[in-house]
């Protein structure tokens, strides 16, 4: 909690989209069985303290990691920084990090995950931009979740990005009573194109422990990524994704278009309204 997001909050009500993100809820006491600590399967992609690596190519890196790891596996491609925020670090100590890991060799790309623009946007000042400006590729992708988050200090924030050549991305958690609404993700994920921000990621929450009073049925988010698909250019369209449990990795989970051959042997293509047509191959 910043104090630029408690006056944000201040005078809300509790089931406030806002408040409902950031304040302390009972619920959050409650876990159900089948929630985890370790939800989307971490622990067993920690090969030393720090890297997650899941994938061939690329590596979560937790700030607290030694580079040797990096160094010694050469078809790592991406490192992406993550949990803490790394934008919470001094810029001092960021532009380090980063610097250190643009020297090697075959690290190519660079991503970060932050909260910071959002919740503490008066933080990004010129040493915090002259940090990201790195000579390899440094994606940004900044967590929001209602366009009630995006005030005057966060545009500021997210314009003197864009305006350093920082490439913008955005995920999205789908939580029930904040964003569980058509009009709602439409208006936030217009509202971040126009400022040069790409929507990335709509979340499935994952099986985090006191969580489960945000999560929706997966058919709720499959409709409204249909009914937006009808009302929004593709430029807004994030991939509405589940991070499968046990170490499974991201998967696309958005309403299926293209269906089993009819008798003709036509495939069967629904459009955006739900009608199903007729596709010859």
């Given at each position: 909690?910043?104090?630029?997001?408690?006056?944000?909050?201040?005078?809300?009500?509790?089931?406030?989209?806002?408040?409902?993100?950031?304040?302390?809820?009972?619920q959050e006491l409650?876990?159900?069985?089948?929630?985890?600590?370790?939800?989307?399967?971490?622990?067993?992609?920690?090969?030393?303290?720090?890297?997650?690596?899941?994938?061939?190519?690329?590596?979560?890196?937790?700030?607290?990691?030694?580079?040797?790891?990096?160094?010694?596996?050469?078809?790592?491609?991406?490192?992406?920084?993550?949990?803490?925020?790394?934008?919470?670090?001094?810029?001092?100590?960021?532009?380090?990090?980063l610097s250190d890991l643009?020297?090697?060799?075959?690290?190519?790309?660079?991503?970060?995950?932050?909260?910071?623009?959002?919740?503490?946007?008066?933080?990004?000042?010129?040493?915090?931009?002259?940090?990201?400006?790195?000579?390899?590729?440094?994606?940004?992708?900044?967590?929001?979740?209602?366009?009630?988050?995006?005030?005057?200090?966060?545009?500021?924030?997210?314009?003197?990005?864009?305006?350093?050549?920082?490439?913008?991305?955005?995920?999205?958690?789908?939580?029930?009573?904040?964003?569980?609404?058509?009009?709602?993700?439409?208006?936030?994920?217009?509202?971040?194109?126009?400022?040069?921000?790409?929507?990335?990621?709509?979340?499935?929450?994952?099986?985090?422990?006191?969580?489960?009073?945000?999560?929706?049925?997966?058919?709720?988010?499959?409709?409204?990524?249909?009914?937006?698909?009808?009302?929004?250019?593709?430029?807004?369209?994030?991939?509405?994704?589940?991070?499968?449990?046990?170490?499974?990795?991201?998967?696309?989970?958005?309403?299926?278009?293209?269906?089993?051959?009819?008798?003709?042997?036509?495939?069967?293509?629904?459009?955006?309204?739900?009608?199903?047509?007729?596709?010859?191959?």
């Open positions: 909690m910043t104090p630029y997001l408690e006056s944000l909050l201040r005078g809300r009500p509790a089931d406030d989209p806002l408040s409902l993100q950031f304040l302390p809820q009972e409650t876990a159900l069985s089948h929630e985890t600590s370790d939800p989307i399967g971490d622990i067993p992609f920690t090969p030393v303290a720090g890297v997650v690596h899941r994938h061939p190519d690329r590596v979560l890196l937790m700030l607290q990691a030694a580079f040797a790891y990096i160094r010694a596996h050469p078809k790592i491609w991406e490192v992406i920084l993550t949990g803490g925020d790394p934008l919470s670090l001094s810029s001092r100590r960021l532009r380090e990090i643009a020297a090697i060799p075959h690290v190519s790309v660079l991503r970060i995950h932050s909260r910071v623009p959002i919740v503490a946007p008066h933080s990004i000042d010129d040493s915090y931009i002259r940090a990201l400006q790195q000579p390899l590729p440094l994606y940004l992708a900044v967590h929001v979740n209602h366009p009630e988050e995006i005030t005057e200090a966060v545009v500021t924030a997210i314009r003197q990005l864009a305006e350093a050549g920082i490439v913008l991305l955005s995920q999205t958690v789908l939580l029930k009573g904040v964003n569980d609404n058509e009009v709602v993700l439409e208006t936030l994920f217009r509202r971040l194109a126009g400022l040069k921000v790409r929507p990335y990621y709509l979340h499935h929450p994952d099986l985090a422990p006191g969580t489960s009073h945000f999560r929706v049925p997966i058919e709720v988010g499959q409709r409204l990524m249909r009914s937006l698909r009808r009302t929004v250019s593709g430029l807004c369209l994030p991939t509405y994704v589940l991070d499968l449990p046990g170490g499974f990795g991201k998967v696309p989970i958005g309403p299926m278009y293209v269906g089993a051959r009819d008798a003709s042997g036509c495939r069967q293509i629904q459009d955006s309204e739900g009608a199903s047509h007729s596709y010859p191959e």
